[in-house]
């Protein structure tokens, strides 16, 4: 089985990449609803958390750990893979695809405060786009819209504005999803830029990379089950899984300590 976790509900965005990808095996999504957001947290905090979770799915007899957060990655890849005994897959901002799609040479990244304040993204900064512009934004709020399922919302588009606006305005023509919740937000977002900015979201290179795992570690397929955990409450987050999924699914609440 392939385990994934995320804050909430954003890395249900690379769950559907590697689900396109891999029919057959079987998957855990799990949805630390209780802490979420993370971006706004500590680094230890996020770090001791996603251990524990990590522990948790790898007891639960997950084969792969795909961490389908940025701002968990950023925190504690570096650990899990320090203490869990499974492979594990993280992600990252696509600042290496946007560098290639740029022609004004300046990229807008949106992501959580987390992700966009760590080691990790200033590495990635200088080992990839020390030639162009990085213009990054922190967009606190988005996360908490896309758990409620509030795609469209007059809330939504607002915060979107204000946080893209002033990017487009400094001559960004490509924008990086630094955040698995965003890509549910790609649609008002393509509204709200036009068709001539390139939008980047890592969510099919992660599932390619899942795919490449699955091989390298002999993992075989199962039935292609897909069970989903949350620490909230199992009638919230199934509510809204299934409009971000478009399909039915059943949501069970679980404790991690
Ligand atoms: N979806 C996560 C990310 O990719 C976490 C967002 C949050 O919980 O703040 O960064």
Redesign the pocket.
């Known amino acids: 089985m392939i385990a994934l976790f ?3 509900l ?2 249900l965005s690379v769950m559907r990449e590697v689900r396109s990808r891999l029919p057959q095996h079987d998957l855990l999504y799990f949805a630390d609803t209780a802490c ?4 706004l947290k500590s680094v230890s905090f996020v770090q001791q958390r996603s251990l524990q979770i990590g522990q948790f799915l790898s007891d639960y007899g997950a084969r792969l750990l795909v961490v389908a ?3 968990a990655s950023s925190a504690a890849l570096e650990v899990l893979r320090a203490e869990l005994a499974i492979p594990i897959v993280g992600m990252e901002p696509g600042l290496k695809p946007a560098v290639a799609a740029t022609r004004s040479g300046y990229i807008g990244v949106l ?2 405060s987390g ?1 966009l304040a760590g080691e990790r993204f200033a590495r990635l900064v200088e080992r990839f786009a020390c030639q162009q512009t990085v213009i990054t934004q922190p967009c606190p709020g988005l ?1 908490e819209q896309v758990e409620r399922g509030a795609i469209d919302a007059p809330r939504t588009d607002a915060l979107l504005k204000q946080y893209i606006d002033p990017l487009l305005a400094q001559g960004v023509d490509t924008l990086v999803l630094g ?3 965003y890509p549910f937000l790609r649609e008002p977002i393509v509204h709200m830029v036009g068709p001539n900015i390139t939008i980047i979201d890592t969510g099919p290179a992660v599932a390619r990379h899942v795919v490449h795992m699955v091989s390298e570690h002999r993992i075989t397929p199962g039935n292609s089950t897909t069970h989903y955990l949350t620490t909230g409450s199992a009638d919230d987050v199934m509510s809204t899984a299934q409009r971000l999924l478009r399909e039915a699914i059943v949501v069970r609440t679980t404790i991690v300590t």
């Open positions: 995320d804050s909430g954003g890395g979420c957001p993370y971006g957060c940025n701002t992501a959580t992700t996360v955040c698995t919740h």
